[in-house]
């Protein structure tokens, strides 16, 4: 088993679709707060950066260098077994 140093943010968008990203933000390396409700972004409570719970692209960002989308990987869900498997070694 490969080891991971990072948290990942799994966001259900409907029965059978997800966003799971590596909340590591894009432009300091801080880690990105989850939606607090299922009309929130990911935040990134270092310099505020926000992240869109659609698809991780960069809502907003303050002055200066902006930050690259949060990486975000592929999934499989199976529907019979209701089991969600994530392969960390693709990001889409």
């Known amino acids: 088993m490969r080891n ?3 948290i ?3 966001i259900r968008k409907t029965e059978e679709e997800f966003l799971v990203v590596n909340s590591t933000c894009t432009h300091m390396g801080c880690t990105v707060d989850a939606p607090r409700t299922v009309f929130d972004n990911l ?3 270092c310099h505020g950066s926000e992240y869109s719970r ?3 692209s960069v809502i907003w960002y303050p002055e200066g260098f902006p930050p690259k989308p949060l990486k ?4 499989i869900y ?3 077994t209701q089991t969600l498997q994530i392969d960390f070694s693709v990001t889409v």
């Open 78 to 80: 199976d529907n019979l």
């Open 54 to 56: 659609d698809d991780a």
């Open 43 to 45: 935040l990134c409570p």
């Open 8 to 10: 990942i943010i799994i």
């Open 4 to 6: 991971i140093n990072f």
């Open 72 to 75: 975000r990987y592929k999934w």
